[in-house]
């Protein structure tokens, strides 16, 4: 199984809303990440946990709340969100181990739209 | 400083015709270059990865090369179809660091019937 999953597809919030998104993966792999990607851009990296830990936080705002409960199991809890906010959100996953052949999967991402 | 360029921008090319995207990048030390696929509003999909002794490699009508020496890869669509629309993301990866990958800013093509 070389699938990550991300629930839910869409979402739309307000400002003042609460709300999470979540990702899954069953390869195994320690590492998993959060992308941001606004139209026409790349992926942003936003957070990076390793062994279930964050080692990586982009400078990004408080507002970003990340999670991970179990090596498979990645959220990203969003609360007061602003309308820049809004972009698809990708989840991706990788060993946590350097190596010729390491490479991310991406899940489908998650279209927030924050109004 | 680590970096990785892609060329062109954006591409239009006809159905069944052949075409050739560019990466340039200055990450060291190496570890693998991939080429994904994204179509809009969805996740990259991985096309091919290629480590240091490799230089070519195929997945269907995409065949990705790398010359590890002048730090250049290219992808080659052969024979176009409408379905190949996407942006095409170079991304290349540090040794010794598993969580360090570097993205270009793509390639969106448009292939037209």
């Known amino acids: 199984d070389t699938e990550v999953t991300q629930t839910p597809k869409h979402l739309v919030m307000g400002m003042t809303n609460k709300k999470s998104l979540k990702c899954e993966q069953h390869m195994g792999h320690r590492a998993m990440y959060w992308y941001k990607q606004k139209a026409k851009k790349p992926p942003e990296l936003m957070f990076v946990?390793?062994?279930?830990?964050?080692?990586i936080n982009e400078s990004v705002p408080s507002r970003f709340s990340p999670e991970c409960p179990n090596s498979s199991l990645l959220n990203l809890h969003l609360h007061a969100l602003q309308p820049e906010d809004s972009a698809l959100y990708l989840c991706?996953?990788?060993?946590?181990?350097?190596?010729?052949?390491?490479?991310?999967?991406f899940g489908p991402g998650t279209r927030l739209t924050v109004l | 400083k680590n970096q990785v360029e892609q060329s062109p921008q954006s591409l239009i090319i006809l159905e069944g015709k052949n075409c050739t995207l560019q990466c340039n990048y200055t990450v060291s030390p190496f570890s693998n270059l991939r080429w994904y696929k994204q179509d809009t509003g969805r996740g990259p999909v991985s096309l091919t990865i290629m480590t240091f002794s490799e230089n070519t490699k195929s997945n269907g009508r995409y065949t990705a090369t790398l010359d590890a020496d002048t730090k250049q890869s290219s992808l080659h669509i052969t024979a176009s179809q409408l379905s190949d629309s996407a942006s095409y993301i170079c991304v290349v990866s540090e040794d010794y660091n598993f969580n360090k990958f570097y993205f270009g800013s793509g390639t969106k093509l448009n292939v037209k019937p």
């Open positions: 946990y390793s062994y279930e830990k964050l080692s």
């Open positions: 991706a996953s990788s060993q946590a181990t350097s190596g010729a052949y390491n490479e991310q999967f």
